[in-house]
């Protein structure tokens, strides 16, 4: 069975710049999610998907940040402009539902010069 | 909100030596717990989990973890531990008031000396 895959694995840009992570969940997982994992600190949450439904987005800073998933498989979550506290690793998750276990996948390295 | 307080930010220990990472947790109502391992560079990967019944729970790798209601809290052990444990772990809560949602702790470095 696939994991999650996350693409891309690294990206450097400028601040100012957009930038896109994609998220494809294990095949059959309704629940999506995105984290944010500072250096040195545990994932938190960033927005959570029952199938296309964001149902837990409070802690995504909608000014800057946005998220989909359309047609309740893969996801996208955009940054936009990107500023240096930004430089984090994005991490994606899914779960057969929102009471399971999550399976995570290598993230995406996000550095914001 | 529940949250997590991992007690340790650092444990170093020689190969083949016993090792305990300290999780506690807290919550008004029931939770199910977890303990993830990251690699460098890598995603976590579940060691254990406690949803219910036994409250000795046993993982990949050799490590176990023992619930204790009482005392809230849940921490992992391996009796021997090898070079390649060397890595990043995080105990986390799920549910609670807050339905879905992980929530972790700061995370543990175990570092194996040779």
């Known amino acids: 069975e696939a994991g999650v895959v996350q693409s891309p694995r690294y990206k450097i840009i400028e601040k100012k710049q957009p930038v896109a992570f994609w998220c494809n969940p294990i095949?059959?997982?309704?629940?999506l999610y995105w984290y944010l994992q500072n250096l040195g600190q545990g994932p938190e949450l960033l927005i959570r998907y029952e199938n296309e439904e964001a149902v837990d987005d409070s802690q995504l800073p909608k000014d800057r940040f946005s998220a989909e998933r359309l047609k309740g498989v893969d996801s996208t979550l955009k940054i936009q402009p990107a500023e240096l506290g930004d430089s984090a690793v994005y991490l994606c998750a899914s779960s057969p539902r929102s009471d399971h276990e999550q399976y995570f996948g290598p993230g995406t390295r996000l550095t914001v010069t | 909100a529940q949250s997590v307080t991992q007690l340790d930010s650092q444990v170093p220990v020689f190969e083949e030596a016993p090792v305990e990472l300290r999780c506690n947790y807290s919550?008004?109502?029931?939770?199910?717990l977890f303990w993830y391992v990251q690699y460098p560079n890598q995603g976590l990967q579940l060691l254990l989990k406690?949803?219910?019944?036994?409250?000795l729970v046993k993982g990949i790798n050799g490590f176990e973890a023992e619930f204790n209601k009482s005392q809230t809290s849940f921490h992992l052990r391996k009796p021997s531990v090898h070079i390649s444990d060397t890595a990043e772990y995080f105990c986390?809560?799920?549910?609670?008031?807050?339905?879905?949602?992980?929530?972790f702790g700061q995370g543990t470095i175990l570092t194996v000396h040779p």
């Open positions: 095949s059959g997982h309704n629940t």
């Open positions: 406690y949803l219910s019944g036994s409250t």
């Open positions: 919550s008004s109502v029931s939770v199910y």
């Open positions: 986390a809560v799920l549910g609670g008031t807050s339905y879905g949602k992980l929530t």
